[in-house]
């Protein structure tokens, strides 16, 4: 940053920082020390949670950076849900009495009703949402609601939340890519037979059928899904009990609050429980992956949809129009899906950056863990639906697809092919013979199979008028019936293998 120049943070979340020149930093610090001064002046006291020790409130730049409420609001289910969890075990093993651990609780849903209603309160004094809602029970309920706190820490409380949240993402991705392999799944059956260009180095390679090329998609969204679920797997600890980092002395029965919130098990480690956020990490890290397959699906998109190739008409609940050219179609969902990937893996980045010279057990740079999970899990939902309309409702151009796959000689390797198999030519020869070809061909502006049988004879006499057969893209495709191979019979079995998986038949 410029040395004029100063970032001064909004109230808001997604913040709006504004970034202010040397005239204007001037004001923004009156507005500080002014706040700290009014702040003494209102006789504002110390936090009444954490209060106890410091004699003066907050300055403003303090209220305002430690406070995560504007954003960790969006865990106020996971709270209300791991409070009542907790309190229901304190109750349990009497380590408050039951009549208190009822009012709790009641109390507890009192406040899901109004935050349900209503929205959750931002009050920057109250900093996060554990003690917002902690504030409020005691506003509900009285001085009983100190008990809830008994033998936990909002160390062990946000890492819980938080790992339910990500739970829930996970298993949201994991609907969602489900519906974009049944959408794939469909058009490759539709279009099994279906000729098209397969390029490498996005020059023209051999041919293949677009539901060959649909379903290398698939492939790769079942891995997404995989990886996910293995996250959900490793993810699936309550770290709840922990406390603050070192266990408690209270006999809670941390069995019991993991089985409340579906947790498998109990973390076995309370340090490592408060201190790491590998499950986000592991959430992100997919959720990069995943949305780098989606970028490259809506990059096909965007090039099968363009004038010179026309393999695609984008449907228009997916596109827009441009304001100057009225001819154009723009296929800005397909381009913002490839945009998000950007976004995504940079906040997978974030997250690693703010982890990684962390001593633990819990530092405060971790309450920067949610945003960029919160930004990235809303990004890949909006990126997999619009990948799922797009793939279901796009209409293919197949007629202009085969007629590309015509051009560029792609039946040259089924020359060189034909060459090995009837006339026992090594490859590499063939492949020469090949070349001879397909220069020719050049030469004439023709494709190969419009060479005459006296043309390609003089090239080689080995070869006869059977060769024609292997030159049709048609035939290039049949003949490529090796397992996972683009022959429609393989992209049958594919297909049928892929709804088996989903449970389509059923
Ligand atoms: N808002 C905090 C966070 O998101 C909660 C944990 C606060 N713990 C603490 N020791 N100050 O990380």
Sequence with gaps: ??????????????????????????????????????????????????????????????????????????????????????????????????????????????????????????????????????SRLTALIGPVAGRLHTARSRNDQVATDFRLWVREAMEQVDSGLEQLQRALVI????????????????????????????????????????????????????????????GTGFPIDRSATSEALGFSRPTANSLDAVSDRDFALDYLMAAAQCSLHLSRLAEEFIIWASQPFGFVRLPDTLSTGSSIMPQKKNPDAAELVRGHAGRIIGNATALMVTMKGLPLAYSKDMQDDKPPVFDAASLLALSIAAMTGMVADSTFRTARMREAAELGYATATDLADWLVRQADIPFREAHHITGAAVKLAEEKGTSLDALTLGELQAIDPRIDDRVFAALSVDASVASRRSYGGTAPEQVRHQVAQARQQLGMDR
């Design 1 to 134: 940053m410029a040395p004029d120049k100063l970032v001064f943070v909004c109230g808001k979340f997604p913040c709006s920082c504004v970034s202010l020149d040397a005239s204007l930093s001037q004001a923004a610090s009156d507005r500080a020390s002014s706040s700290v001064s009014n702040d003494l002046e209102n006789n504002v006291s110390s936090n009444q949670m954490w209060g106890g020790r410091f004699a003066e409130g907050p300055s403003a730049i303090m209220r305002e950076i430690n406070a995560s409420i504007p954003f960790d609001k969006a865990l106020w289910r996971q709270d209300i849900a791991a409070s009542k969890a907790h309190v229901a075990m304190l109750g349990a093993q009497s380590i408050i009495s039951a009549q208190d651990a009822t009012s709790i609780a009641h109390g507890l849903d009192a406040i899901a009703a109004e935050y349900e209603k209503d929205g959750v309160p931002e009050d920057w004094d109250l900093e996060d949402i554990h003690m917002t809602t902690e």
């Design 187 to 246: 058009r490759a059956s539709e279009h099994a037979d279906s000729i098209m260009p397969g390029f490498t180095h996005l020059q023209t390679a051999q041919p293949v059928t677009l539901g060959h090329h649909l379903m290398a998609y698939y492939e790769m969204i079942r891995r997404d899904r995989s990886r996910f679920a293995d996250a959900h797997l490793r993810l699936n600890e309550c770290p709840l009990g922990s406390a603050a980092l070192a």
